[in-house]
């Protein structure tokens, strides 16, 4: 008998198992003010975001270092994917309305599952911290901003919205949190 038969045989069970696996995998469902959660799907709690860390690192002509951290926090028994972060930043006393900053933290999958993505998975009752460093680069239309940066009585604003999975990332549901935080 043909030994590449039963390596054909041995590859077609393993991706029918690996397939099997991803297509049911298990599934927890975030409640919403209007739903009970059923028995199959056990409710799950939304996880939780802080400000860590926003300080100013240095100053000069020319640019600003911005060291920016946020710590992420899954209450739930279970792992958590977390996709991407994207957030905005806002120095108030320069402008309310005007960002300085933005950024995303992490990767979301686009069509089929990426394996080289950039998603960060928080294991049951436990915290991440996500941290960025922001490079400004002055020019003579941000001097005012420039000023309020060398100032130590800079007031904050950071807005963004996090995306993530309670269960694997090709089942279950995306979840959105969005967060506002003020320094």
Known sequence: MNP??????????????????LLTGPTIVIPTGDSTGTQNNPEAKAIQ?????????????????????FKISNPNSRAVIVQTMD???????????EQISGGEIGSRPTGMVEFAS???TLLG????????????????NTSELWTVLQDDNQSWRVSGTVFYNL????????????FEFTK
Do not use: H, P, W
């Open 4 to 21: 590449k038969i039963f390596v054909g045989i041995a590859v077609a069970t393993l991706v029918a198992i690996l397939g099997g696996i």
């Open 125 to 140: 009752e436990n915290s991440i911290i996500l941290k960025e460093t922001i490079e400004l680069k002055g020019s003579e």
């Open 87 to 97: 957030y905005q930043l806002f120095e108030t006393n320069y402008s309310d309305s």
């Open 118 to 120: 950039n998603y960060y």
């Open 167 to 178: 269960s694997s990332m090709t089942s279950g549901q995306e979840n959105e949190l969005y």
């Open 49 to 69: 975001i802080e400000l860590d860390n926003l300080s100013i690192e240095r100053v000069s002509e020319r640019t600003a270092t911005i060291n920016i951290a």
